[in-house]
């Protein structure tokens, strides 16, 4: 009965939560400590409570309980133990379930790990948490239950089995990760509706919503980066990137995200852009909802689909107008209550992130109109289709973006308040050089077109940018080797953060660049003993075989690959039937990593002419995910910065370092 | 223990524990944030009381001396202005208020518990697939052991009694292709496959043809008839391909000669006895006196006692009762979902195989009057009612 017991906790929860938001934020109105006092304790309880539901419906995936619908329509009993556990996830109901789950996680570390907050702001923001969680488990619990059981005796004895695309191992962690993304989000939001509530917004308030929402938002890059590695190895036709309307969707909460990591370092350091940066924080949770709203509701497949089976539909949209207009609302009545800020010269430290944050918030609308444009127009024109493809983002999101990477590195150089632009680019004048020397090479010797050149000249501007910033900063090269050392190990981890993930963004687009530009690609149908040439290999192909896996069976193609005449690897590509009932057929690509770039085979069909083999040479594609990795690893070494420890005061004499508020 | 008791026992523990926690904090004064504040206070004027005797001291000076008095004091000013809130909220937390909470977190359970009682299902255990194949023979869950009988074939495939205790589930569950192909492979593992083996496979293709005899079935049952000469079934079954094969002259003598050699009171004597009456009026000859009918069971009833019998980890009655099930679910099945023609067919078959010639009777007329409109649909019910002699109207 641990099913039952895991949906009634489900229920529970759901109670649980709206006392959490009704108890606290009364009594914050009141001014009742007692009542504030409850918030943390209702958000403690309603995270065991969403947890062991979460739990409950694991078990009965791992134990292929078909009694459960849920259970039955996406496992298999011979599926392997992993993707039993990430089943789970792995559909509609199960991944609402984990979201909500996330959002109680989030929840539970505000109530635990901010005592220092005052208490009616603590109050006000586990109780706006509550409310949204509430709105989500009122969704689940009524039209979107994981827990719809099969009546007794017509209990099967298989399950349908998952969709075959998401049993790997880059996609058991995509969801977990980029929902901790979206739902960090949240907290910045609560903080926001928070602060409007009280009319209060200073720099203490910027020192507490920043680690969360550099948590939130080092959780989101990581989510997109596995969901586009995922593309890249998966699907077999070699992109990493699609411009598609599931992956815009997690990208416009991950731009509006890193615009408010920045305009928030204003308000702690400035104490100026205040209402902006509270709008910042509500439009970025507001792109977690319509992106979830997106993929959730169905409505990207079809306008028409969404309205022909509307309830799910129609409830989500519901919380995003709650949300979404609540909170545009409360801002628009209580955004003048916040106190008038401090100025700033255009060339400055804030002027640059503000241009930072125009131009992102600009490269934001233009994904979310590109995305949403489709939807409208079908809706307007009664079932019209119109595709807004890669050309239009390529070209809107580039421009937008090109001026963001070439101001990049000169904005840590400028100082607070007033700045100046000279010797800011006068310090970059080594990192300018290698970038030009870099795009003329790059044109001269490797036949780059201009296009190509100047993308790798950006991508190493930014890259050498943020490490002249970096060594300048230490002092590498200008002061004793031992002074620079000692410097790089007493940096702090917020710098270390700036340095990595700025770095990140130029490997990014270096990446972006060689493996678009340089890209070869040979698509043929083959017959057994023939061969292809392809960036200075060789690959041939040798014939098929079948095999079998745990749950699948798998048609193999074994490769041969020669350089120079050499053979330097055997390869197998596959093409998998999953058991159940969802015969989709996946790839599973051969992927060769060498210094200057991935070979990569994909299979296709077998017809008369042969084996249909689509055989790619990605140059320094890695390039992409070590950029992506580095951002992570940045926005984690961000987070144990001890500043970032919550409540815990920036130090001016290490005297005060003795306070007791640790 | 019930599973109701000890459900609604876990619910309570459940509810009193979200309880304990969210009301516990209502119980003690919320002296927290004031007994803070007053201690930050006292740290942090105690800070400034060493700071002052350092400076005077002269060990820290100008500036920064400056800097760290400003710190402290703007600390001490914070604590202060803390502690006094906390004290006005203190005051500010009323009967009224807490009386609301109380009441508030009273009504969670109650809220839940009724939302619970409309969306759950109360009490009912979990059904995991291992635990349901364990109990598979106590709840004479066919589907549970074919699919038990199943996994333990995979282990050892080259087992003939495994494949000839799956085939005759496989009929009863009517994937016929499986159940061919089960007994195909019975026959070519066995050493010396007997004739009611080849019987058996040469039926379940005979019913995957809806009663035409295919070559490969001709073949089998000749194969039975040359380990076993004189077998009743498979005499009977090559008679009845002659006739479709449009040899009525030799058919009509062979069955004669079959229904010769019956004993009266064997089970498919009676329709044996119907097919050489119907032969003869056809070819207008005199037929034979037919001595008494022991049944009115037709040959298809000793087919499936032969399938019973290589059922054998399960007792007789068991078999029966497993058999009934499937076809009460299947009756069931037909009722919510009335178009399925290949359902009907297989439930008249199995009711008639049952004994039960009444409900089988009824089945057709039902079924009848569903494919009313359907000529297709209803030549086969006329086709399958006549095999199985039944009467249709």
Known sequence: MIVELGHFALVLALAVALYQTFVPLYGAARNDMRLMEMAAPAAIVQFFLVAFSFAALVHAYVNSDFSVLNVFQNSHSAKPFLYKITGAWANHEGSMLLWVLVMAAFTLAIAVFSGNLPASLKARVLGVQGAISSAFLLYINTVSSPFVRIPESRVPLEGQGMNPLLQDPALAMHPPMLYAGYVGFSV??????AALLEGKVDSAWARWVRPWTLAAWTFLTAGIALGSWWAYYELGWGGWWFWD????????PWLAGTALLHSAIVVEKRNALKTWTILLALITFSLSLVGMFLVRSGVLSSVHAFA????????????????????????????????????????????????????LSAATAAVFIGTLFPLAYEAVTGGGKITVGAPYFNLTFGILIIPLLLILPLGPLLAWKRGKLKAALSRLKVSALVAAVVAILASLLAGASIKAALGVGVGTWVLVGALQEWAGRVMLFRAPLK??????????????????????????????????????????????GQKVEIAGFEVLYKGDRQATGPNYLAEQSLFEIYRNGEKIAEEISEKRTFLGSRSMPTTEVALLHYPLGDLYIAIGDKTQMGRTVRIYFEPMIYLLWLGALMMVFGGFIGLMDRRFRVGVAERTDSRIAAQPAE | MSDATAFWLLVGVMIAVVLAWLLAPMLRRPRRALDRAVYDLAIYRDQMRELETEIAQGRISGEAAEKARNEIARRILAAD????????RLQASGRGGMLAAILTALAVPVAAVAIYMQVGDPARPDLPLERR??????????????KKAEQRLAKEPDNPRGWMA?????????????????????????????????????????????????????????????????????????????LQAGKRE?????????????????????????????????????APAITAQASGAAPMNDAVRQQMQAMRNASPQERMAMIRSMVEGLSERLKDNPDDLNGWLRLIRARKVLGEADKAQAALARANEIFANNEDARKRLAALAAQLGIASQ
């Not at chain 2, 119907?274 to 207008?284: E, H």
């Open chain 1, 188 to 193: 910045a939001f609560a903080f926001a509706i």
């Open chain 1, 245 to 252: 309307p599931v992956e815009n969707a997690s990208f416009m």
């Open chain 1, 308 to 359: 022909v089976d509307p309830e799910r539909g129609t409830f989500i949209l519901a919380i995003l107008a709650f949300f979404i207009g609540g909170s545009l609302f409360l801002y628009a009545i209580r955004a003048h209550a916040l106190k008038l800020e401090g100025s700033f010269e255009p060339v400055s430290r804030e002027g640059s992130l503000v241009l930072n944050n125009v131009l």
């Open chain 1, 483 to 528: 002074v620079a050392l000692s410097r790089i190990s007493s940096m702090p981890g917020h710098l270390w953060a700036m340095t990595l993930a700025h770095a990140g963004v130029g490997l990014i687009v270096l990446g972006a660049v060689i493996s678009t530009a340089w890209k070869s690609e040979a698509i043929n149908a083959m017959q057994p």
């Open chain 2, 81 to 88: 202005r803390e502690r006094q809130q906390a004290e006005e």
């Open chain 2, 133 to 146: 194949l364990a109990d598979a023979a106590k709840n004479d869950d066919l589907a549970a052991l074919v």
């Open chain 2, 166 to 242: 799956l085939a005759p589930a496989y009929e009863q569950l009517g994937q016929l292709d499986k159940a061919i192909e089960a007994w195909r492979k019975a026959i070519e593992l066995t050493d010396k496959p007997s004739a009611d083996l080849y019987n058996a496979y040469a039926e379940a293709v005979v019913r995957a043809a809806n009663g035409r005899i295919p070559e490969q079935a001709v073949k089998a049952f000749a194969k039975a008839q040359e380990l076993s000469p004189g077998d009743p079934m498979s005499r009977y079954y090559l008679a009845m391909a002659d």
């Open chain 2, 250 to 286: 030799k058919a009509y003598e062979n069955l004669k000669k079959l229904l010769a050699d019956l004993p009266p009171q064997a089970p498919a004597h009676a329709a044996v006895a119907r097919q050489v009456q119907r032969l003869a009026q056809a070819l207008g000859k005199q």
